[in-house]
C-alpha cells in the first residue's frame, strides 16, 4: 500500500524530478511571490536549526543556497550580499577573534 505524504513546503528545484524519477509519484505547484517569500524565511528557519544541530559544510551551503534565493527575491545578487558582508567586516569587523561585550557606556544622543 502506498502511502502519501503531505508536505507544503519549498524544496529545491529538482526534487520532484528526483521523485518521479525514483518511480513515485509527486505534485507539486508554483509559490506566487507572497507565498515563496513566507516559505523562504520558514526554510531559512528550518536550515539554521539543522545547521546548529550539526554544523557541517552541507548544512552551511543550504543556509547559504536559500539566503541566495531571498536575495534574488528582492532584485539582489549574492555577490551584492558578499560585497554587502566584506564591507560590513571592513568598518565594524567580523567574528573571527571571538570578542565578547561585557560592558559599554551608554552613547548620548
Given at each position: 500500500m502506498t502511502k502519501t505524504l503531505l508536505f507544503g513546503k519549498l524544496v529545491r528545484d529538482r526534487v520532484p524530478e528526483i521523485i518521479i524519477g525514483r518511480g513515485e509519484a509527486a505534485t507539486w505547484h508554483i509559490a506566487d511571490q507572497e507565498?515563496?517569500?513566507?516559505?523562504?524565511?520558514?526554510?531559512?528557519?528550518?536550515?539554521?536549526?539543522?545547521?546548529?544541530?550539526?554544523?557541517?559544510?552541507t548544512e552551511f551551503s543550504d543556509v547559504l543556497e536559500v539566503i541566495d534565493a531571498m536575495a534574488q527575491a528582492k532584485g539582489l545578487t549574492f555577490d551584492d550580499v558578499l560585497k554587502a558582508k566584506q564591507e560590513r567586516a571592513e568598518k565594524r569587523?567580523?567574528?573571527?577573534?571571538?570578542?565578547?561585550?561585557?560592558?559599554?557606556?551608554?552613547?548620548?544622543p
Open positions: 507565498e515563496y517569500d513566507r516559505l523562504l524565511r520558514e526554510k531559512l528557519s528550518e536550515e539554521v536549526a539543522e545547521t546548529l544541530a550539526n554544523p557541517s559544510l569587523g567580523g567574528f573571527t577573534k571571538r570578542m565578547i561585550l561585557d560592558t559599554a557606556d551608554e552613547m548620548k
